[in-house]
């Protein structure tokens, strides 16, 4: 990562991050525990979290430039976020990435920057009868 500015350089940019969505939504419409949170068409859900993952891993800001500040917290107070679908999300999101050709030390890093947010959404004892 030393010859790029981001994440988002480091990874391929715009295409990279395309991919990475595209592989990752299927991961999460097959698991159990995620598919419930989502809506039966998903691509507008995708388009969203192409622009969130751009500005999110330092690419221009183009969730900010359609919708504003993310507010990712706020935005996801109404669904029932356990600890274990923090965890699933992540999991899904390993796996997609997995499946691409960036590096495996970015993908970490990828992975690590987006565990601080995944956890900071929790909303939902694990207890929970919404899970």
Request: proline content about 11%.
């Amino acid at each position: 990562m030393s010859n790029y500015a981001t994440i988002y350089e480091a990874i391929g940019g715009a295409d990279t991050i395309r991919e990475i969505v595209t592989r990752f939504y299927p991961k999460v419409q097959a698991h159990p525990l995620l598919a419930p949170l989502f809506p039966e068409d998903i691509h507008p859900v995708m388009e969203k979290q192409i622009l969130f993952l751009t500005q999110f891993l330092g690419g221009p800001p183009l969730y900010s430039d359609e919708y504003g500040h993310p507010m990712m917290r706020a935005r996801h107070l109404p669904f029932p976020i356990t600890p274990e679908r923090a965890e699933a999300w992540l999991a899904c999101m390993a796996e997609a990435l997995s499946e691409t050709s960036i590096s495996e030390p970015l993908q970490k890093l990828t992975i690590e920057r987006l565990s601080g947010p995944a956890h900071h959404f929790i909303n939902t004892d694990s207890d929970s009868p919404h899970q």
